[in-house]
């Protein structure tokens, strides 16, 4: 009697150390999971099923799920797993404070020991994320195919032009190679900034290995000589005002290209005998490089999107201007790259000031 006692009592310690470790597993889990009955009352639910739908298990145990959660959608999942007897699987939003979240939430019939049914176990799993990246994947996809499309017309209509005859005036055949041309340019353009965006996607964070003392003075001005000739089409004068020392660490390549996308811009989008001025300057423990430009401005609804891929705030200015779409998130990578970040100020039809902020430690002010 002894020893069946004995063995009762470690049978009883094992399935309780089992349930134990299965509840342990069912409060830690990422997913949300709530077991409901055939009468759609909860019978139990995990802490992030509490935390998603914004409840206490304590307060909804044993009460209707449509009493504490209004969600149409959910329903129709609840319905479908009962009476297909199949898993069933959809997104659905719910609000949590004042954010909208998306769960993937999958729903599979519960048995008892007897594989009865008993009700529906629901698991959701948030997919916010996931979803906003999959979105502004197809957006980035369909803006490429727009952009690409476009020089593309454009070149294929002047060459079928020029095949149907066209060539045979020597006036309408340079026209015509010098617009096919300029769209062939702007292809190898939107191509080039596409590789670029792919190799910094590549990388989170920089290279230390890539990272060099970099005296940012002499970069700034090189950087400005390349843009002379394009300032001075539009009569536009670049000043530029820094210490003759400032050093950085940086990848003084990547750094160039970031500040060569914010000059352009500025000639660009200046009206014709204005000016620009750069500046480097140290603002709360920060090394900040600013372009300054007497511009059209940008009014502030647009300052969220500016540095997204292929965001224009004037879309037909900007192709008439040959941009890309791509130069200023491209700006916000390389800056990020530096463990820096981007701003924007501007006023509606006086202008935009752009920056690059490279964070405290990363540079150094040489004085003589």
């Given at each position: 009697?002894?020893?069946?006692?004995?063995?009762?009592?470690?049978?009883?310690?094992?399935?309780?150390?089992?349930r134990?470790e299965?509840?342990?597993?069912?409060?830690?889990?990422v997913?949300?999971?709530?077991?409901?009955?055939?009468?759609?009352?909860?019978?139990?639910?995990?802490?992030?099923?509490?935390?998603?739908?914004?409840?206490?298990?304590?307060?909804?145990?044993?009460?209707?799920?449509?009493?504490?959660?209004?969600?149409?959608?959910?329903?129709?999942?609840?319905?479908?797993?009962?009476?297909?007897?199949?898993?069933?699987?959809?997104?659905?939003?719910?609000?949590?404070?004042?954010?909208?979240?998306?769960?993937?939430?999958?729903?599979?019939l519960?048995h008892?020991?007897?594989?009865?049914?008993?009700?529906?176990?629901?698991?959701?799993?948030?997919?916010?994320?996931?979803?906003?990246?999959?979105?502004?994947?197809?957006?980035?996809?369909?803006?490429?195919?727009?952009?690409?499309?476009?020089?593309?017309?454009?070149?294929?209509?002047?060459?079928?032009?020029?095949?149907?005859?066209?060539?045979?005036?020597?006036?309408?055949?340079?026209?015509?190679?010098?617009?096919?041309?300029?769209?062939?340019?702007?292809?190898?353009?939107?191509?080039?900034?596409?590789?670029?965006?792919?190799?910094?996607?590549?990388?989170?964070?920089?290279?230390?290995n890539?990272?060099?003392?970099?005296?940012?003075?002499?970069?700034?001005?090189?950087?400005?000589?390349?843009?002379?000739?394009?300032?001075?089409?539009?009569?536009?004068?670049?000043?530029?005002?820094?210490?003759p020392?400032?050093?950085?660490?940086?990848?003084?390549?990547?750094?160039?290209?970031?500040?060569?996308?914010?000059?352009?811009?500025?000639?660009?989008?200046?009206?014709?005998?204005?000016?620009?001025?750069?500046?480097?300057?140290?603002?709360?423990?920060?090394?900040?490089?600013?372009?300054?430009?007497?511009?059209?401005?940008?009014?502030e609804e647009?300052?969220?999107?500016?540095?997204?891929?292929?965001y224009?705030?004037e879309?037909?200015?900007?192709?008439?201007?040959?941009?890309?779409?791509?130069?200023?998130?491209?700006?916000?990578?390389?800056?990020?790259?530096?463990?820096?970040?981007?701003?924007?100020?501007?006023?509606?039809?006086?202008?935009?000031?752009?920056?690059?902020?490279?964070?405290?430690?990363?540079?150094?002010?040489?004085?003589d």
């Amino acid at each position: 009697a002894n020893k069946m006692a004995d063995q009762l009592d470690d049978r009883i310690e094992m399935v309780e150390s089992q349930r134990s470790e299965l509840e342990a597993v069912f409060t830690s889990m990422v997913e949300g999971v709530i077991a409901v009955d055939m009468d759609y009352r909860c019978l139990n639910m995990n802490r992030a099923a509490s935390h998603f739908l914004g409840v206490s298990l304590p307060k909804v145990l044993g009460k209707r799920i449509d009493s504490f959660v209004r969600n149409e959608e959910l329903f129709e999942l609840l319905n479908r797993s009962m009476e297909s007897r199949e898993v069933t699987e959809r997104d659905i939003t719910l609000v949590s404070g004042v954010e909208e979240r998306i769960y993937q939430v999958r729903g599979t019939l519960l048995h008892d020991a007897s594989r009865n049914e008993i009700g529906v176990l629901l698991v959701f799993n948030d997919v916010t994320d996931l979803r906003k990246l999959q979105s502004l994947g197809k957006e980035f996809v369909a803006n490429v195919s727009h952009e690409i499309k476009t020089p593309i017309t454009s070149i294929r209509g002047f060459t079928e032009t020029l095949l149907d005859g066209a060539k045979e005036d020597p006036e309408d055949t340079e026209r015509f190679l010098t617009i096919v041309m300029k769209q062939a340019r702007r292809l190898e353009a939107i191509v080039e900034d596409l590789l670029s965006l792919s190799r910094l996607d590549q990388s989170d964070e920089a290279d230390t290995n890539l990272l060099e003392d970099c005296n940012l003075e002499p970069l700034v001005s090189s950087c400005i000589q390349g843009f002379e000739q394009q300032a001075a089409e539009k009569s536009i004068n670049i000043e530029f005002q820094s210490p003759p020392e400032y050093w950085v660490q940086a990848n003084s390549n990547l750094l160039e290209q970031a500040l060569g996308n914010l000059i352009d811009n500025a000639i660009k989008y200046s009206e014709p005998d204005r000016g620009i001025q750069l500046t480097i300057e140290e603002v709360e423990n920060e090394a900040v490089i600013s372009v300054r430009d007497q511009g059209i401005g940008i009014p502030e609804e647009h300052f969220p999107r500016l540095f997204e891929r292929f965001y224009r705030v004037e879309k037909g200015r900007s192709r008439k201007l040959g941009g890309t779409g791509l130069g200023l998130a491209i700006v916000k990578h390389i800056a990020k790259l530096h463990l820096g970040r981007v701003s924007v100020q501007s006023v509606h039809g006086k202008g935009s000031t752009f920056s690059i902020h490279l964070p405290k430690g990363s540079f150094t002010r040489h004085e003589d």
